[in-house]
């Protein structure tokens, strides 16, 4: 071999090893730099820097932070979680017991992300065999006629319509008085009193003398003159009139002739003398009241009702109504006025009833029991007891496919009969959890804290202060 020849060979030899030393990882020129070490103060992590050293702040030994290995972005496997079977919101990260019932802590292997239910509670997923062990029933939501009727107690009061003030129209003094005594019951016509008037004993002497000119005046065969004398005696009664005399007491007067010394008082209708204002002998004078009378052949029955059933009752609906001491005598009314306005004291809206009382047993100021048809309308009803009350809202369990049971907020109107009205949060036809309520309550909410749980688990913690590094 030539010297060329070798020295060719070994120029060659030269560039193969330097190609192999190339492709090799870690090796050559372009291999890629280590990456920058960080340095930071464990009790003040808002200092970083580059090299080892001491913090400034409280001249304590810097510490190196570990960089994230090469699957630091893969999720980290989810840390077994401890929970208390009575007491769901108790969860921890090691087994021990309940602080609260001090009962062992069970592992939970799974957890549901919370959903319709909001964040205290989570779907739960029911097999057929733990169905039937814990009794779990359902029944479908329908729309049906919700009329349930309104209960409530009234009072008995006259009927204002039917209550007379009997006050003097002239002067005078009461020489006789028959109506001696509050309560009496007195008829239609009956005689209340007797009063001496010598005003009204005038204007008697004054209407007979006007009648008997008049006569004459009558008789003349001018006809102003006539006319003079019938509107003389014309006048002279109307002045008679005004004092509202028994009916019958001018046709009396003018056909005897003889003027009355006393004047009676009549009761202008049948009832009971309620107020008793005068006494024998007693002068009267115009305008002052000396009898009350009320008719208690017809009475009024006014009851309060709350504002929720307000809107439930219109004129002209029918109620029962019977006296409290005596259910069989019940009778029907309808309502006859509903006041405009709310009590402020009770918050309650009066009604009142027209009441037939012939017999008068019915007396003002006794109890009744009404009960009110109310009006029907169309509703859509669930059983009383799939609704769980949980104080700020209301919560059914619905079964949105077999075996699974999501918790659904619901907006409850009236609650009657073992049934509850559904205003909001269901339509017609789903069917809800009616039995084992309470079971599925407490798994969802273990299964919404275990969720939780996990969340905050599986969120990074952010870096240590995230400032900027101090040099």
Not at 163 to 187: H, K, N, S
Not at 189 to 210: D, R
């Given at each position: 071999?030539?010297?060329?020849?070798?020295?060719?060979?070994?120029?060659?030899?030269?560039?193969?090893?330097?190609?192999?030393?190339?492709?090799?990882?870690?090796?050559?020129?372009?291999?890629?730099?280590?990456?920058?070490?960080?340095?930071?103060?464990?009790?003040?992590?808002?200092?970083?820097?580059?090299?080892?050293?001491?913090?400034?702040?409280?001249?304590?030994?810097?510490?190196?932070?570990?960089?994230?290995?090469?699957?630091?972005h893969e999720a980290a496997p989810a840390a077994q979680l401890?929970?208390?079977?009575?007491?769901?919101?108790?969860?921890?990260?090691?087994?021990?017991?309940?602080?609260?019932?001090?009962?062992?802590?069970?592992?939970?292997?799974?957890?549901?992300?919370?959903?319709?239910?909001?964040?205290?509670?989570?779907?739960?997923?029911?097999?057929?065999?733990?169905?039937?062990?814990?009794?779990?029933?359902?029944?479908?939501?329908?729309?049906?006629?919700?009329?349930?009727?309104?209960?409530?107690?009234?009072?008995?009061l006259p009927d204002e319509r039917r209550t007379f003030r009997?006050?003097?129209?002239?002067?005078?003094?009461?020489?006789?008085?028959?109506?001696?005594?509050?309560?009496?019951?007195?008829?239609?016509?009956?005689?209340?009193?007797?009063?001496?008037?010598?005003?009204?004993?005038?204007?008697?002497?004054?209407?007979?003398?006007?009648?008997?000119?008049?006569?004459?005046?009558?008789?003349?065969?001018?006809?102003?003159?006539?006319?003079?004398?019938?509107?003389?005696?014309?006048?002279?009664?109307?002045?008679?009139?005004?004092?509202?005399?028994?009916?019958?007491?001018?046709?009396?007067?003018?056909?005897?002739?003889?003027?009355?010394?006393?004047?009676?008082?009549?009761?202008?209708?049948?009832?009971?003398?309620?107020?008793?204002?005068?006494?024998?002998?007693?002068?009267?004078?115009?305008?002052?009241?000396?009898?009350?009378?009320?008719?208690?052949?017809?009475?009024?029955?006014?009851?309060?009702?709350?504002?929720?059933?307000?809107?439930?009752?219109?004129?002209?609906?029918?109620?029962?109504?019977?006296?409290?001491?005596?259910?069989?005598?019940?009778?029907?009314?309808?309502?006859?006025?509903?006041?405009?306005?709310?009590?402020?004291?009770?918050?309650?809206?009066?009604?009142?009833?027209?009441?037939?009382?012939?017999?008068?047993?019915?007396?003002?100021?006794?109890?009744?029991?009404?009960?009110?048809?109310?009006?029907?309308?169309?509703?859509?009803?669930?059983?009383?007891?799939?609704?769980?009350?949980?104080?700020?809202?209301?919560?059914?369990?619905?079964?949105?496919?077999?075996?699974?049971?999501?918790?659904?907020?619901?907006?409850?109107?009236?609650?009657?009969?073992?049934?509850?009205?559904?205003?909001?949060?269901?339509?017609?036809?789903?069917?809800?959890a009616t039995r084992a309520n309470f079971l599925l309550d407490?798994?969802?909410?273990?299964?919404?804290?275990?969720?939780?749980?996990?969340?905050?688990?599986?969120?990074?913690?952010?870096?240590?202060?995230?400032?900027?590094?101090?040099?």
């Amino acid at each position: 071999m030539t010297f060329t020849t070798a020295k060719t060979l070994r120029a060659l030899a030269t560039i193969a090893l330097g190609l192999l030393l190339a492709a090799l990882p870690g090796c050559g020129g372009d291999a890629a730099p280590a990456a920058a070490e960080v340095w930071y103060c464990p009790m003040h992590p808002d200092y970083v820097a580059d090299r080892p050293g001491t913090c400034p702040i409280c001249h304590m030994d810097l510490v190196q932070r570990e960089e994230p290995s090469a699957h630091a972005h893969e999720a980290a496997p989810a840390a077994q979680l401890w929970v208390c079977p009575m007491h769901p919101e108790v969860v921890s990260e090691e087994p021990g017991s309940c602080p609260i019932c001090h009962m062992d802590l069970v592992p939970q292997e799974t957890a549901e992300p919370a959903a319709a239910g909001g964040e205290s509670h989570a779907p739960v997923e029911v097999s057929a065999a733990g169905r039937a062990l814990a009794g779990v029933e359902t029944a479908a939501t329908a729309l049906k006629s919700w009329s349930g009727g309104v209960r409530t107690v009234g009072t008995v009061l006259p009927d204002e319509r039917r209550t007379f003030r009997i006050e003097a129209r002239f002067a005078g003094w009461i020489e006789e008085l028959p109506a001696d005594f509050t309560g009496q019951f007195v008829r239609r016509g009956q005689v209340l009193a007797e009063i001496f008037s010598p005003e009204l004993l005038a204007a008697q002497q004054e209407f007979l003398l006007a009648r008997d000119a008049g006569a004459r005046f009558v008789a003349s065969s001018l006809p102003e003159v006539r006319r003079g004398g019938e509107d003389l005696v014309a006048a002279a009664r109307r002045r008679l009139e005004i004092f509202a005399l028994p009916p019958g007491f001018v046709d009396e007067l003018a056909e005897s002739g003889e003027a009355r010394r006393m004047v009676p008082v009549v009761a202008p209708a049948s009832g009971f003398l309620v107020s008793k204002m005068v006494f024998a002998g007693q002068q009267v004078m115009p305008g002052q009241e000396m009898f009350r009378l009320v008719d208690l052949s017809g009475v009024w029955v006014e009851a309060s009702l709350y504002e929720i059933d307000a809107a439930r009752v219109a004129l002209g609906d029918e109620a029962h109504l019977a006296l409290a001491y005596d259910p069989a005598a019940a009778r029907a009314g309808r309502v006859s006025y509903v006041y405009p306005e709310i009590d402020a004291a009770t918050r309650t809206l009066r009604v009142r009833f027209d009441v037939v009382n012939p017999k008068l047993d019915w007396k003002p100021g006794m109890f009744v029991d009404v009960e009110l048809a109310g009006r029907p309308r169309e509703a859509l009803v669930v059983p009383d007891e799939a609704v769980l009350d949980t104080g700020e809202r209301k919560l059914v369990f619905v079964e949105a496919a077999p075996g699974r049971f999501e918790p659904r907020e619901v907006t409850v109107g009236e609650r009657r009969s073992g049934e509850a009205e559904i205003l909001a949060g269901l339509a017609a036809g789903e069917r809800v959890a009616t039995r084992a309520n309470f079971l599925l309550d407490s798994e969802s909410r273990l299964r919404a804290a275990l969720s939780s749980r996990a969340a905050e688990s599986a969120t990074p913690a952010p870096p240590g202060g995230g400032h900027e590094a101090h040099r």
